[in-house]
């Protein structure tokens, strides 16, 4: 037998496919002969004249045919060799005829060893139906061939005969389909691994875009409102020939900075691998709901020399028997985001007038956050990165699952600018 071959893809035919967990190796397509194919039929025909030209064959004819009729059956051997990848039904069609003429007119052992290699080649490269038929073939045969030999010819030896068939059909047949198998299980299995690569590869990418994203957001929110107010009071502080004014602005545009620069610090410690962080220099606490009344007071800072003011009413139950479910972190610092977000919008693009930030828990549970202010219909372009943090707002809200919406409506007192955000406030059990 051959194989041992090495696999070959231009001439093991078409890949095999993976359907459902099961591989199916197509009919290999015609074509030249493999290297390692002539090679087997040219040394099988060299073998066999060579034997014959020893006088090593297997004996007289058992049919009365003439000798010379086993070299006929070592050619067509041999051509059903070259043809054991390429197409290998038609060398099995080939070989068993050979190998009936080859027995009837005397026998050749390279022409029997020469179709054990044929049957093995037709299970291992033929198509997955024949690759199941073969070996059953080969078993029925050896079968009724015991059979017929042992009523016809009462001999001890015939258990020698019936070994050699066993030798020449099973033997090769159930040799390829475990080799099959194996190689079919060992392509199954390398499939699975490239599958599991590429979703890890997938699940990476998505995990740095969904990261980016979060970086994205955090950078926007945390910079956006103290920069806002520092362009205001910068602004201010150009145009009004007042020094107490232009302290007064300085001065909130050194908080800002302050507070800009401090969350930006916690920030960057939140992205320092832990191991190799300094122990003394800890990140500031995130943002909570509790901070809410300080950024009003900061909103009210910056926006008043611009007519706004700020309001801020907590429509949460307080803490006891009665109290609404408590919000978990993250939805607390996206109540947060979203109240800050929403006031550096307003103090950017609100009319004059009165911007009203109001958190409770509907009936549901949910904590809802909702600003309104006075809605200004300004002609021109846009600022730059205008609509980001509208992006923001609605990406926090979707990653928790709440329901989140902005626009302008009309209101008792004119139109305004409302921003509204529902968020699943899950209670954080304690153990009792």
Known sequence: MADGDPPDVEAAGPRAVFDGGVTARSPAAPGRPHRLDVLIAGGGLLGGLLLWAMNLHGGPSHLGLPPSLTLVALTAMSVAELMRRTAPMTALALAVPALALDIGAGTLVATVLMFTDVVYAAVLYGPANAARRIPLHSVLVTVLSAIALTAAWQNPQVVLVIISIALVTIAPAWTGIIIRNHREAAQAAQLRAEQIALLAEIDRTQAVVGERARMA????????NHLSAIAIHSTAAQSIDDPSATREALGVIRENSVQGLAEMRRLIGLLRDPKTADRDEEPAATPTLDGLDALIDQAR?????????FELEDARSPDGPGAGPKPTAPVALAAYR????SLTNALKHAAPGQVRVRIAHDRGGALTV?????FADRP?????GSGTGLVGMRERTALLGGAFEAGPESGPAGRVWLVRAALPAAEEEEQR
């Open 217 to 224: 957001r955090e950078l926007h929110d945390m910079v956006a």
């Open 301 to 309: 800072t910056s926006g008043g020399s611009s007519g706004l003011t």
């Open 370 to 374: 909702a600003v309104r202010s006075p």
């Open 380 to 384: 021109g372009p846009r600022a730059p």
């Open 338 to 341: 979203i109240v800050q977000e």
